[in-house]
C-alpha cells in the first residue's frame, strides 16, 4: 500500500494557520478514529506539535484528497489553507520521516523533544488500532535511526532550545536579570528549560502560574520561585518584567484587556513577552499595546539561525545516514515482495499436489501405509525439486531493484493474487515471523506500492 504524507510545519505555514489545526488531548483519538473511517485509508498515524500537523497513512488509493476534506471540514478552514499544506509519497515521504525524528525538519536543528512526540504520537496511534504493519515496522526502523544519528553525531551537542532562544531574546532586551521578575505560564517540559536558563542567569525574581497548581509548585520549588494558579495571572501580572508562556490552552489565557491594566499599573513600565504555544496563549493584539513587546514563537527563528551554523556539519553527516537507511529500509521493502510471493508459489504447487494424490485415492486404494508414505514423499520431493531453483532465484535477487519485474512474472503466471491458500500462508508466514522476531511478511502488491517504483517543538 502507498504511504502518504499530507501536513503543514513551519516552513510551509505560519503560527496563525498552523494553531487551527493543533491536536491534542483527547482530539487525538477522536482524530484517528475519524481517518480510520476515511475509505481507503488502511494505517494513519498523527503527529501533532507547535511546529507541525502532519498525517502518516497507508491508502490503497490517494487518501489525502478525503484527509483533506476531512481536516478543512473538522476544522472549518476554507479553500486558503490548501496553499499551507505539503503532500509527499514514496521514499521522499520515509525520507521526511526520518528527517523529522532526528530533528534535521525542526526549526531548532537538532533538537531532541521531536523524537519524545513522536513516539508518543505512535503510541497514541497503537492505542487507537490505527496501526498495521507497514506503518509499525517502518516507525520501528525510524526510531532506531535516530538512535543512530544520536549517538554517532554530534548533531545534539551546544544545545539549542526554544527555550533558550526565548531567553537569549529576553537577554537582548534587557542588560541583565538580576533586578527583574519572569512570569512563566505553563508547567510543561518547555517552561522548565526557560525556568532553568533564566535561573542560571540570575533571574531576580520567578512566578510559575499553571491549570495545575501542584505542579507549578513542583516547578517553583525546584527553581527557588513561587507558583500560582491561572486565576491569579491578572493580578501577578503587573510584576512581571518577562512573560513566558507555554500551555496546551485552546484559546488565549492572557487577553489585551488584561495587559492593558498591567502596563497601566506598571506605570508605562514594558513588559516583555514571549508566546511558545500552539495555539497561542497571549491575545496576538497586544503586540499593539503600548509598552508591550510580544513576540511568538516564529519570531525566534532568527535567533534560533544565529546557533544553526555550529550545527551544519553534524547535520550533514546525519543527512547521509537517513540517505544510507532509507536505502536499508528499501531492501526490506523489497525482501518483502518476494517472501510472500514464494510463500503462495509454494502453496499453490503444494495445493496441486495434494489434489492429485485425492484425485486418486481410488486408485490407490490397494497401496499399503507404506506405500502411500513413500508416494506422499515422492511428489512432495518432486515439487520441492521443481521450485528450488525459482526460489533461490528469487531470494538473489530481493535486494535488486529489478526485483519487481520477478515478482510480478512469477505472480502472473501462476496467477498467484487470485490465490486465497497463498494470502493466508503470506499472512501465517508473517505471524510467524513476528513470533521469531523477524520481519513480518506482507502482501507484494501493497509493499511495492508502499516503497513505490520509481523546538520542534515545543
Known amino acids: ?222 527553581f527557588g520561585g513561587f507558583a500560582l494558579p491561572l486565576s491569579e495571572i491578572e493580578g501577578t501580572l503587573p510584576e512581571a518584567d518577562i512573560l513566558i508562556t507555554s500551555t496546551s490552552a485552546p484559546h488565549a489565557i492572557i487577553t489585551t484587556k488584561q495587559m492593558q491594566e498591567a502596563i497601566k499599573a506598571r506605570k508605562r513600565k514594558p513588559i516583555f513577552a514571549v508566546d511558545i504555544a500552539v495555539p497561542r496563549d497571549l491575545d496576538p493584539d497586544i503586540n499593539r499595546v503600548r509598552d508591550a513587546y510580544l513576540y511568538d514563537i516564529d519570531d525566534l527563528q532568527h535567533v534560533v539561525e544565529e546557533n544553526r551554523s555550529e550545527r551544519e556539519k553534524e547535520a550533514q553527516h546525519a543527512e547521509r545516514i537517513v540517505e544510507q537507511e532509507l536505502a536499508s529500509v528499501n531492501d526490506w521493502l523489497r525482501s518483502l515482495e518476494v517472501v510472500p510471493t514464494i510463500a503462495s508459489l509454494r502453496e499453490t504447487v503444494e495445493d496441486i499436489r495434494r489434489s492429485e494424490l485425492q484425485r486418486l485415492g481410488n486408485k490407490m486404494s490397494d497401496l499399503t501405509d507404506e506405500q502411500r508414505a513413500r508416494v506422499e514423499m515422492l511428489t512432495a520431493s518432486i515439487v520441492n525439486k521443481i521450485l528450488h531453483v525459482p526460489t533461490v532465484k528469487m531470494k538473489e535477487v530481493a535486494g535488486r531493484d529489478q526485483c519487481y519485474l520477478y515478482v510480478d512474472a512469477v505472480r502472473t503466471l501462476f496467477d498467484l493474487d487470485d490465490v486465497e491458500a497463498g494470502d493466508e500462508t503470506a499472512a501465517g508466514a508473517g505471524a510467524a515471523s513476528a513470533e521469531s522476531g523477524e520481519q513480518p511478511a506482507a502482501r507484494s502488491d501493497n509493499v511495492r506500492h508502499l516503497r513505490g517504483t520509481g523546538t520542534e517543538d515545543a
Open 1 to 222: 500500500m502507498p504511504l502518504q504524507i499530507l501536513g503543514l510545519n513551519h516552513n510551509t505555514a505560519p503560527v496563525e494557520i498552523r494553531e487551527q489545526v493543533v491536536f491534542a488531548g483527547d482530539e487525538i483519538p477522536r482524530a484517528l478514529a475519524n481517518l480510520a473511517t476515511l475509505d481507503g485509508v488502511d494505517e494513519a498515524l498523527l503527529l501533532s506539535t507547535c511546529n507541525r500537523t502532519e498525517f502518516y497513512v497507508i491508502s490503497e488509493v490517494d487518501g489525502r484528497e478525503r484527509l483533506k476534506e476531512w481536516l478543512k471540514s473538522d476544522r472549518k478552514l476554507d479553500d486558503s489553507f490548501n496553499e499551507s499544506l505539503f503532500t509527499l509519497d514514496d521514499d521522499a515521504a520515509i525520507r521526511h520521516i526520518f528527517r523529522v525524528a532526528c530533528g534535521l525538519d525542526s526549526m531548532v536543528l537538532g533538537e531532541p523533544q521531536i523524537l519524545g512526540q513522536l513516539k508518543d504520537a505512535f503510541r497514541h496511534a497503537q492505542q487507537a488500532e490505527t496501526l498495521g504493519s507497514n506503518l509499525s515496522r517502518l516507525f520501528q526502523h525510524t526510531f532506531a535511526v535516530a538512535k543512530k544519528i544520536r549517538t554517532d553525531t554530534e548533531i545534539g551537542a551546544s544545545p539549542v532550545s526554544v527555550a533558550s532562544a526565548a531567553v537569549n531574546l529576553a537577554q537582548q532586551f534587557f542588560a541583565g536579570f538580576k533586578k527583574h521578575t519572569a512570569l512563566l505560564v505553563g508547567a510543561g517540559v518547555t517552561i522548565e528549560l526557560v525556568a532553568k536558563h533564566l535561573v542560571s542567569r540570575d533571574i531576580g525574581r520567578l512566578f510559575v502560574a499553571n491549570r495545575s497548581v501542584d505542579r507549578a509548585q513542583q516547578l517553583a520549588k525546584q
